[in-house]
């Protein structure tokens, strides 16, 4: 399925129904007065958390999207129905946006979780709510009102507590593969990941945290080389970002400066992203190129206060040790700040 993380949709909510002029016509009853009921209400827009959905495609085609109208009140003091509410279903980790003014209109992460972004109109009162000692019998009803019209812009960012960080082909899906049941595509050739993948690793049988591979970035993604910043909003509400570098060499690049090049990437596209803990990781450590390096990568980062860690998504060397490592981040980091702390600007 098509992966899509960002659409527009214009939404209406449904017009009230008109009240009703209408008059009790019985034989027995002279001056039988009013009773033409009211309309009914328009039916509501909501968006409500689907987890079983992953992207937004559903929502991605060009379209108005409208609720039911309330019908209009009737003689013998008969309302009208209400218009019947469009639910619309998206995927855990959707925010809401107003498309124009921006304005942050509902955060849907839990299962069910449900926010109302139209509101349908009132029903306008039937005739019978105008009948006064002086005028028994009122010609007057009122029109229902307008439905809400708004135009939205849905943005998905998927919710994992942990995020690989790194150039193209350093190994991140490799590594997811070998830590978690999720298979993303792996391939010897840059931007093998086209889209993000999550995968769910088990500490013990009581904890578990969810680990997303992104997109490699390249320097000038902020300017939009390679495939530019876009996916770095599904690290947004990480607690913890894993670094994986490539120190064997054999690509030609120095991992010390890929490490830095990613980090001013991330501090020009969105500071709370680079003010997020990192874990950094030397990858394919199954290659001997990569173990003649290791001690001198090593060196370089413990100079700067910050420990360098092993692992061959291959092999599964280092694996289990390192993801205990970034569990027990995750945990500190989310004790430290709850789920609930603002969230980081939008990529």
């Known amino acids: 399925m098509k992966f899509v993380d960002e659409v527009r949709v214009r939404v209406a909510a ?31 827009v909501l968006l409500a958390v689907d987890p079983g959905l992953a992207t937004l495609v559903d929502l991605s085609y060009p379209q108005h999207l409208r609720a039911g109208r309330g019908e209009h009140g009737r003689g013998k003091d008969q309302h009208g129905a209400c218009g019947a509410d469009l639910v619309l279903r998206v995927p855990p980790g959707t925010l809401v946006y107003d498309a124009e003014t921006e304005e942050l209109l509902a955060d849907l992460r839990a299962a069910g979780e449900r926010a109302v972004v139209a ?24 029109p229902g009102t307008p439905g809400e019209q708004r135009a939205l812009r849905l943005e998905l960012r998927v919710l994992a507590d942990a995020g690989l960080l790194g150039f193209p082909n350093v190994g991140k899906s490799t590594l997811v593969r070998a830590v978690s049941a999720a298979r993303p595509r792996v391939a010897d050739y840059p931007f093998t990941t086209l889209v993000p993948h999550l995968g769910v690793v088990r500490l013990d049988d009581e904890w578990s945290f969810v680990l997303a591979d992104v997109p490699g970035l390249i320097e000038g993604a902020h300017a939009g080389h390679g495939l530019g910043t876009r996916f770095l909003r599904h690290l947004a509400r990480t607690a913890v970002l894993v670094h994986l570098l490539d120190v064997s060499g054999l690509t030609g690049r120095d991992p010390l400066a890929d490490f830095d090049a990613l980090n001013r990437e991330l501090a020009l596209t969105s500071p709370a992203l680079a003010q997020k803990p990192q874990i950094v990781v030397a990858g394919k450590l199954d290659l001997a190129e990569t173990r003649a390096r290791l001690p001198a990568a090593h060196r370089a980062l413990a100079a700067r206060g910050i420990a360098l860690y092993g692992v061959s998504g291959a092999t599964g060397e280092g694996a289990a040790a390192l993801m205990r490592v970034v569990g027990e981040a995750v945990r500190a980091a989310r004790a430290a700040a709850p789920a609930a702390a603002t969230l980081a600007a939008p990529a």
């Open 119 to 142: 509101r349908g109109g009132r029903g306008g009162r039937g005739n019978m709510h105008f009948a006064t000692p002086t005028n028994r019998a009122p010609r007057r009803a009122e």
């Open 14 to 44: 449904g017009d009230g129904g008109r009240g009703c002029v209408s008059f009790r016509r019985e034989k027995y009853v002279p001056r039988g007065g009013p009773n033409g009921g009211d309309g009914g209400d328009g039916g509501d």
